[in-house]
């Protein structure tokens, strides 16, 4: 594996066209912090299927588009080479154009959004690295905000329309329902959904290429999304969640990212560390749900928020967890972390 990355770096180095191509396979992998551009063939191997399946391969080619514009934009505003050519200005976009094509009715107007908020991402992307800097990444943030706001302006716009956005009303105490056993096949969907619905995909066969994309990269980050998905389904049938948003996968994305975040990025992998990331990823099944209901009234969806909220509430402390054995410092985060 190591001999084929070193050559196809070669390659890469000695042709832009490669090198561009190159960018964008480590951005798609960056999705899950992985700076590999096998992962990245997976990962968009895995889009690509999930589209497919269901009847949308606009979402995916929203994506490759989105992937591109943002890395035009990185290069168009100089940005820096290593974190560039590290795809760390790509990964936002293409959950930009992802979102934006799932929850949006096709047309014209819809391209034209994908391309506005693909290169508004890099922006957003630069702005808030530097404001988070002394302790950890922007992670999806550029992703979720933007979003977020490209979606609330269709409400006020009629040449777009959502067309798998939440329904907005006031929210309403929560009508109890018969809670029923958790089954091992609804529990092994909502594992693997859990996974794949990092890219916003329903879909089995997308999550175990998305598990194959990290396992040639990383299989400690393998290992930590697949357990923090089956931990995020236990954690929402515990609280007694709502049985279609376990299954769907709706309530484990997050804290799929989140696993992998502290458990193999922004920390060593260690018993302590083990124990800190199963707390943070239990509680971002909360996060999920709470930001869920708050979002109702503006009909949009929480995104990955509730992954970028617990991470950085469980990074801010980082400077009494140093000391720890196993624990990363900040001479030691990866060069490619955003």
């Not at 506005?116 to 922007?138: E, H, R």
């Not at 029923?180 to 609804?186: E, F, R, V, W, Y």
């Not at 869920?292 to 469980?314: D, E, G, K, Q, S």
């Amino acid at each position: 594996m190591e001999q084929i990355l070193a050559k196809w770096e070669s390659l890469a180095a000695s042709s832009g066209a490669l090198r561009f191509l190159d960018i964008n396979l480590r951005s798609t992998g960056q999705v899950m912090f992985q700076n590999n551009p096998l992962t990245g063939i997976l990962f968009l191997a895995a889009i690509a299927c999930g589209s497919y399946a269901a009847g949308a391969p606009r979402v995916a080619i929203a994506g490759v588009l989105a992937i591109v514009v943002a890395n035009l934009t990185a290069e168009l505003l100089h940005v820096e080479t290593e974190s560039l050519h590290a795809g760390l200005y790509g990964f936002n976009a293409i959950l930009v154009g992802l979102a934006l094509a799932t929850f949006l009715a096709p047309g014209a107007l819809l391209w034209v959004y994908v391309i506005l908020g693909a290169a508004v991402s890099v922006v957003v992307m630069l702005g808030t690295t530097n404001v988070v800097k002394p302790w950890g990444g922007a992670l999806t943030f550029p992703f979720v905000i933007t979003t977020w706001l490209l979606l609330l302006a269709t409400y006020g716009f009629s040449g777009l329309a959502g067309t798998a956005l939440p329904t907005g009303n006031v929210v309403a105490a929560f009508q109890p329902y018969k809670g029923s056993p958790l089954q091992l096949i609804d529990l092994a969907q909502g594992v693997f959904l859990s996974i794949s619905q990092v890219f916003l995909k329903a879909s089995s066969i997308a999550a175990l290429l998305l598990l194959a994309g990290l396992a040639v990269s990383s299989l400690a980050a393998a290992a930590f999304a697949l357990g923090a998905a089956i931990l995020a389904v236990l954690t929402a049938h515990l609280f007694g969640a709502e049985s279609d948003l376990i299954t769907g996968g709706l309530l484990g994305f997050s804290p799929v990212l989140t696993a992998i975040a502290l458990g193999t990025v922004f920390y060593q992998p260690s018993w302590r560390v083990v124990a800190y990331t199963v707390l943070a990823t239990m509680f971002t099944v909360i996060v999920q749900s709470a930001l869920n209901v708050a979002l109702t009234p503006l009909a949009i969806p929480a995104l990955t928020a509730p992954f970028v909220l617990v991470t950085w509430l469980f990074l801010l402390p980082r400077q009494r967890l140093e000391g720890v054995p196993g624990v990363a410092g900040e001479s030691e985060r990866p060069a490619a972390v955003a």
